[in-house]
T-cell receptor, first 113, second 112 residues
């Protein structure tokens, strides 16, 4: 199994630009999570999908952030417009069943200048 | 408010020594306590996990000790190796809960 796949691995963009991060969960997993990791705040859950449906988006910091999961094998996290304080590593994780282990992707390091 | 408090922030251990990382929580509804290992440039990977019905769980050189009354749990790495050098995160969640609350991480360096 290839594991959770994220793209791009690195993204550098200017303030105000739109950024789209992509995730392919492990085949057969029915839960998907987007996390953000920073030195100041550690790992934070942004949004959680179950069977492609957003269940909990209370961690999404602002309306500038949006996430979609059009099918079981693909999800996007979009930031529009991006700001320097959005600079972080964004992780996608998937899970087979409730209570099961979460498998993290390699992350996307976002830098907004 | 940090749901899970982790210490120390960094740890340096000689090869062959024991590495100990501690975590504490307040929410008594938590009943799942995993530890994740993260290497630079990689995502966190599940290392070992425990539920509060046992006080200890061992997998190879890694052991979780759990103290329910004190609401504390710790990771012990026996015979620490340079390859164990990574950042370790403890975490906690409740049954069926979606959110897994992570500690702030411990950067472990094992010196040859």
């Amino acid at each position: 199994d290839a594991g959770v796949i994220q793209s791009p691995r690195h993204e550098v963009t200017e303030m105000g630009q739109e950024v789209t991060l992509r995730c392919k969960p492990i085949s057969g997993h029915n839960s998907l999570f987007w996390y953000r990791q920073t030195m100041m705040r550690g790992l934070e859950l942004l949004i959680y999908f179950n069977n492609n449906v957003p269940i909990d988006d209370s961690g999404m910091p602002e309306d500038r952030f949006s996430a979609k999961m059009p099918n079981a094998s693909f999800s996007t996290l979009k930031i529009q417009p991006s700001e320097p304080r959005d600079s972080a590593v964004y992780f996608c994780a998937s899970r087979l069943t409730s209570g099961g282990a979460r498998y993290f992707g390699p992350g996307t390091r976002l830098t907004v200048t | 408010q940090q749901q899970v408090k982790q210490s120390p922030q960094s740890l340096i251990v000689q090869k062959g020594g024991i590495s100990i990382i501690n975590c504490a929580y307040e929410n008594t509804a938590f009943d799942y306590f995993p530890w994740y290992q993260q290497f630079p440039g990689k995502g966190p990977a599940l290392l070992i996990a425990i539920r509060p019905d046992v006080s200890e769980k061992k997998e190879g050189r890694f052991t979780i000790s759990f103290n329910k009354s004190a609401k504390q749990f710790s990771l012990h790495i026996m015979d620490s190796q340079p390859g164990d050098s990574a950042t370790y995160f403890c975490a906690a969640s409740g049954t069926g809960a979606n959110n897994l609350f992570f500690g702030t991480g411990t950067r472990l360096t094992v010196i040859p």
